[in-house]
Nanobody, 116 residues
Framework: QVQFVESGGGLVQPGGSLRLSCAAS????????MGWYRQAPGKQRELVAF???????NYADPVKGRFTISRDNAKSTVYLQIDSLKPEDTAVYYC??????????WGQGTQVTVSS
């Protein structure tokens, strides 16, 4: 079954940056749009960005101008560069195919904590 492995999270101060990575396996990666999602404590999972198989990108309003999604089809990997981090960005970040629901499997996610 498909597998997603996220990495790159950590504890950063407000204004800091992180680069998240997600390696996908058992999937023809280049055929799918990919998304980054996040779930903050006590909240539902939400989409933060997606990238089409052709490389077009789209961002949720709260992260526009601060987050950049990219992909490397040769490595079956999707990235999320997150800059100017805010405390409200604290969440577990996941990747999956976009739109959500194509695959039920989710990775373990990577924790991003923004705190001074």
């Amino acid at each position: 079954q498909v597998q997603f492995v996220e990495s790159g999270g950590g504890l950063v101060q407000p204004g800091g940056s992180l680069r998240l990575s997600c390696a996908a396996s058992r999937i023809i990666f280049s055929l799918y749009a990919m998304g980054w999602y996040r779930q903050a404590p006590g909240k539902q999972r939400e989409l933060v960005a997606f990238i089409t198989k052709g490389g077009n990108t789209n961002y949720a309003d709260p992260v526009k101008g601060r987050f950049t999604i990219s992909r490397d089809n040769a490595k079956s990997t999707v990235y999320l560069q997150i800059d100017s981090l805010k405390p409200e960005d604290t969440a577990v970040y996941y990747c999956n195919v976009y739109p959500e629901g194509v695959y039920d499997q989710w990775g373990q996610g990577t924790q991003v904590t923004v705190s001074s």
